[in-house]
């Protein structure tokens, strides 16, 4: 594999499942706690397979989980449960679906307290990728450090997502995600 994500998506070629999420998703922030909810789902997915497989399931996790709205994944019963535990179209393990519910309760919660899931994430900002793992396993299911590492440099809130001469890296600093505001980048 090349050293970085950025020449893995340029060497691969412009048609794969990586290039998309690269050029368009992988770093920048994201404003919307149902996607934000949506990211931390399937980075907890991820868990133990590849990114690929992932991405080529992405569309089916946002059918089967009501396009992530929060609300209505805290409110699934233990029936729906079960059809997702039986959906061809995810990843079939009962530990990450009920993470996903939990994680949506627990966000419910945080949107009560801080207004939302976003506003919690930016109220704990700046911290260590350290500091983020303790914030996350004291708040969530299923967030170890890897899991938290990437859907933090993935919504913006950590660096490393792009190589400075990757094209999309300047993209993602017009985007002002958390980490170029704590290095005061423009």
């Not at 089916?60 to 039986?86: G, H, P, W």
């Not at 900002?125 to 899991?147: A, D, L, N, S, Y």
Request: with cysteine; net charge positive.
């Amino acid at each position: 594999m090349a050293a970085s994500y950025c020449e893995f998506v340029l060497n691969a070629g412009k048609d794969t499942v990586h290039r998309h999420y690269h050029d368009q998703e992988y770093g920048f922030p994201i404003h919307n706690d149902d996607l934000l909810f949506a990211r931390l789902v399937l980075e907890i997915n991820q868990a133990g397979l590849s990114w690929e497989t992932i991405l080529k399931k992405k569309d089916n996790f946002f059918k089967a989980f009501d396009d992530f709205s929060i609300n209505k994944v805290a409110r699934y019963t233990e029936k729906k449960k079960e059809k997702l535990m039986q959906d061809a179209g995810i990843i079939h393990n009962r530990l990450k679906i009920e993470a996903a519910v939990h994680n949506a309760k627990a966000i419910q919660l945080l949107q009560k307290e801080f207004g939302s899931f976003e506003k919690w994430l930016d109220h704990h900002h700046p911290k260590t990728k350290e500091e983020w793992v303790k914030v996350f396993k004291t708040t969530f299911r299923f967030t170890g450090g890897e899991i938290v590492n990437e859907f933090l440099m993935s919504t913006g809130y950590l660096p490393g997502c792009h190589i400075e001469t990757c094209p999309v890296y300047k993209k993602v600093l017009k985007q002002k995600p958390k980490w170029a505001e704590k290095k005061k980048l423009n």
